[in-house]
């Protein structure tokens, strides 16, 4: 239900982008910046909801503190403030999928996101005997 509501949220965005005038363009910034709050908070109760092992909630934490810092961004009234928590998402993002890159967590892939998975080549493909 979190995730339907992040994406109304979303459609509000990109309709106050479609017709500016639809609310005040003070409030742009904590339009901007709800749905990335609400798809980190959703993102983790997903993971409660899958329980994962510890490494991949490492990486969850870090990708739901990217979209968060990200948010914070969003509408910090201190330009500088906003700098740095944009710098920090960045990085948190960077991260992120560096840590794909490399293989990190070495898990399989959750099959509910669609993603594909290769196994490694020193790994032999398990064979069913009961076939043969």
């Not at 309709?15 to 500016?20: K, N």
């Not at 409030?27 to 993971?47: N, R, S």
């Not at 739901?64 to 928590?85: D, G, K, V």
């Not at 794909?100 to 993603?115: N, R, T, Y």
Request: glycine share 2%; charged share 10%.
């Amino acid at each position: 239900m979190l995730g339907v509501i992040t994406m109304v949220c979303v459609a509000v965005l990109l309709a106050c982008d479609v017709f500016p005038t639809l609310l005040p363009a003070s409030t742009h910034g904590f339009v901007e910046a709800v749905p990335l709050a609400l798809i980190a908070l959703a993102y983790l109760l997903y993971q409660i909801m899958h329980r994962p092992p510890l490494r991949e909630w490492i990486k969850a934490i870090l990708l739901a503190a990217a979209f968060l810092f990200w948010s914070a961004n969003q509408f910090w009234p201190n330009p500088r403030q906003a700098t740095i928590f944009n710098d920090i998402a960045i990085s948190l993002f960077v991260l992120d999928v560096f840590l794909v890159m490399i293989g990190w967590p070495a898990a399989s892939p959750d099959e509910s996101f669609a993603e594909t998975y290769s196994r490694p080549d020193n790994q032999p493909a398990h064979q069913d005997q009961s076939n043969q």
